[in-house]
């Protein structure tokens, strides 16, 4: 799968050549021109780095940036016009991992880019070792022998059922499952109860982990949504 890459600039010059630098080394690119529409992609899907300008319309870069740091640690790269040593201090004590003055070399970007997304990989890979088994879809990442949820990066207590739900979901992205399924799946098939205990679950969950894709399927159940995967 493709790493996204977030561009927040108000100049659609900049945003178009660094755009086409970064899908032509591979990755997915996602473009804003104001921290407002970046804020929105933030809470919703958000990239796994961004190149962030710091003088934008309404919200400023350094902004941004500080609102980000509250509950994400995900790799950022400032881009700016402003190059006095007191703007590169600034950006980077509000939580930027690097800054680059424009004008720039587009594929010097590009190679910071890659380092930190290296940087950022090697940092997970230590907090959580490849040979655990890890679900992932969207946003959310399953760490099986643990039971643990994230959402968004940000750990989440969820109940056994809870983390049965998910699991089932995750294993199988699209797919929509039945209320009588899903009692069968998570809650076994000597449970007698009404299927209102799904809804219910559900609810929880889609409270728990804001925006999750989870999708009802009217009318039958529910499904996990990830996009690009054929159902």
């Not at 207590?157 to 995750?170: Q, R, S």
């Not at 809650?187 to 982990?209: I, N, Q």
Request: glycine share 6%; with cysteine.
């Amino acid at each position: 799968m493709k790493q996204t890459i977030g561009i927040v600039e108000d100049d659609p010059n900049i945003r178009d050549i660094v755009k086409a630098y970064l899908e032509k080394g591979g990755y997915h690119v996602n473009e804003m021109e104001s921290a407002e529409a970046a804020w929105e992609l933030f809470q919703q899907a958000p990239p796994d780095l961004w190149v962030l300008d710091i003088m934008l319309p309404g919200m400023d870069g350094y902004e941004f940036c500080k609102q980000v740091r509250q509950s994400s640690q995900v790799p950022i790269i400032i881009i700016s016009a402003k190059d006095e040593e007191i703007d590169r201090i600034l950006g980077l004590e509000l939580g930027g991992d690097d800054y680059l003055t424009k004008p720039f070399s587009p594929r010097e970007l590009v190679a910071r880019v890659k380092r930190q997304l290296t940087r950022w990989e090697a940092m997970n890979k230590a907090a959580f070792p490849a040979d655990k088994e890890i679900l992932q879809v969207e946003g959310l990442i399953l760490y099986m022998e643990e039971r643990r949820a994230f959402w968004n990066e940000e750990e989440v207590e969820v109940t056994a059922k809870e983390f049965d739900m998910l699991k089932l979901l995750a294993q199988n992205p699209n797919r929509a499952f039945s209320r009588e399924e899903l009692l069968v799946k998570v809650w076994g098939e000597d449970y007698f109860g009404s299927d209102r205990a799904v809804d219910d679950l559900v609810k929880r969950l889609r409270k728990k982990l804001v925006d999750i894709p989870l999708e009802t399927v009217w009318g039958y159940g529910y499904r996990l949504r990830e996009d690009g995967v054929e159902s």
